[in-house]
């Protein structure tokens, strides 16, 4: 067992990708945590204030109440749908749970114009009767694509990884596990973009993996089983004392996968008896911060450069066993980190690197029910909740509410920034606000 006691920690982030035209990824929303997969908008300045009468640059339907936080690159918006072909009357077998769909839904992407909203192209990529039903709170559609720049990728799990260029012209599809959600709870866990791999986390009540398809051919690059149950969070990609690795979370373990064979290179237990990961990883200072994913979630600073089995070695930094998040993945923001309690609307912030408490379970007055995940621009901090209410707050270790604004809508996506725009992705519209 070999231990590292400072390890070089970079998030793999889109430096090395670019677009064909030079843009820069730290402009945009490459993918649903952003360009830095941490929930930061390095370039983002989004009003603070805004409601339906105010700093709406645009507000478009959609065609579904799906969870998909939209991606953005250049002028356009990418989200995944999913639309019923006829009345949808799952059977209720439990009143959390819809059971025996029996109607087909057609699974498409929709790319929108960034100054209008207007549809651009919309594709089917695949119409079917799901083979099985999901959670009241979720959708058919809580994936999010990735791009980067020059592609989009969209994993529909059951219904397969999809990749087509900025324009709309299909470029390749291929085959997924058709899971078994614990529960029938649904599928989530949107696809990881390493190098020249896109990476899907296939973990259900079956024979789980996590593949890596070639970003440019759709072919499998590597596969590796995994011994989980469902899992719902989207692998994180660093770059660790020089090689990369990509990180998935699960009721059992975390694991570090060498990026380019699959090799497990280290794993961290969780805690026992959960239901799977839903929050994903974000990393820095040396660390990746996971949650164990049910009510009970414990957040876990794991320390990076180590190998083997490493949860008997102290590897565990520090951890929160009050108020760590269901849901909602954390915010890494500077030297805080930021994340609600559980889906309640009660936020906490630690100094990442030494798991000191700057603040504990401060009450978001006015929000209720947060299963978005908070972003941060310009000194800010942006958390949506299931009512419409996105409160912002002042980013630092004072506690400050800055605002709290109310749109029509609810928002389970988690908000997206892109220099001066807001973007939220609630049951019924997609909102740009932006000053008026």
């Not at 009970?296 to 190998?307: D, V, Y």
Request: hydrophobic share 35%.
């Amino acid at each position: 067992m070999r231990v590292v006691q400072t390890a070089t920690v970079m998030i793999v982030s889109w430096i090395a990708v670019g677009s064909a035209h030079g843009e820069s990824p730290e402009d945009y929303w490459p993918t649903w945590r952003g360009p830095n997969f941490n929930g930061v908008a390095t370039n983002g300045n989004p009003p603070i204030t805004w409601s339906e009468t105010n700093n709406i640059k645009w507000k478009v339907k959609m065609p579904d109440s799906g969870e998909c936080t939209p991606v953005v690159w250049g002028n356009k918006i990418f989200i995944q749908t999913a639309v019923p072909l006829g009345q949808e009357h799952g059977e209720e077998t439990e009143p959390s749970l819809v059971r025996n769909v029996t109607v087909p839904w057609r699974f498409g992407i929709l790319c929108l114009d960034r100054e209008t909203g207007e549809t651009l192209w919309e594709r089917i990529v695949r119409e079917e009767v799901p083979h099985e039903g999901h959670h009241v709170f979720t959708s058919f559609s809580s994936y999010s694509p990735v791009t980067d720049g020059n592609h989009v990728w969209a994993s529909f799990g059951s219904r397969g990884l999809h990749c087509y260029d900025l324009d709309g012209n299909h470029q390749w599809s291929t085959d997924l596990v058709k899971l078994r959600a614990f529960k029938a709870m649904g599928e989530g866990g949107s696809p990881a973009l390493a190098g020249d791999n896109i990476v899907v986390l296939q973990d259900h009540e079956g024979d789980s993996k996590i593949s890596a398809f070639n970003k440019h051919t759709g072919e499998l690059s590597w596969e590796t089983d995994r011994d989980e149950g469902t899992t719902w969070a989207t692998p994180l990609v660093v770059t660790v004392n020089g090689s990369q690795q990509i990180i998935a979370t699960g009721a059992r373990f975390v694991r570090g996968y060498d990026a380019t064979t699959g090799e497990v290179i280290w794993k961290c237990a969780v805690q026992l008896e959960t239901s799977g990961a839903i929050a994903s990883p974000v990393a820095g200072f040396g660390k990746v911060f996971t949650t164990s994913g049910d009510h009970r979630s414990i957040l876990k600073a794991i320390q990076l450069g180590l190998t083997g089995d490493v949860t008997d070695l102290n590897a565990v930094a520090w951890q929160d066993a009050e108020g760590a998040p269901y849901v909602s993945t954390p915010l890494l923001y500077d030297e805080n980190i930021y994340f609600v309690q559980g889906n309640r609307a009660s936020l906490s912030c630690y100094k990442a690197d030494t798991g000191t408490p700057v603040y504990l379970a401060q009450r978001l007055e006015g929000m209720k029910d947060v299963f978005a995940s908070p972003v941060g621009a310009a000194g800010r901090i942006y958390i949506a909740d299931r009512r419409g209410n996105v409160l912002v707050m002042k980013h630092g270790d004072t506690f400050e509410v800055l605002a709290t604004n109310t749109l029509d809508d609810a928002f389970d996506a988690s908000p997206v920034i892109v220099g001066d725009e807001l973007y939220l992705k609630g049951e019924g519209y997609l909102y740009c606000i932006a000053v008026d």
